[in-house]
């Protein structure tokens, strides 16, 4: 039992901080907004028979 214990505690923590890295992640870094273009061939748009 006292294993058992012991492997819940460290995928609790390692839980823990996968989590409070994201966190920090998507809280501390804003991505910067910019347009992107993309040209598409007009063939794309064709019907193939």
Same mark, same amino acid.
């Given at each position: 039992?006292?294993?058992? !214990?012991?492997? %819940? &505690?460290?995928?609790?923590? !390692?839980?823990? %901080? &996968?989590?409070?890295?994201?966190?920090?992640?998507? &809280?501390?870094?804003?991505?910067?907004?910019?347009?992107?273009?993309?040209?598409?061939?007009?063939d794309k748009f064709a019907?193939?028979?």
């Amino acid at each position: 039992m006292p294993s058992l !214990l012991r492997f %819940l &505690t460290l995928i609790g923590v !390692l839980g823990g %901080l &996968t989590y409070g890295a994201m966190f920090m992640l998507a &809280t501390w870094f804003d991505p910067k907004p910019r347009e992107i273009t993309v040209s598409i061939p007009p063939d794309k748009f064709a019907k193939q028979p």
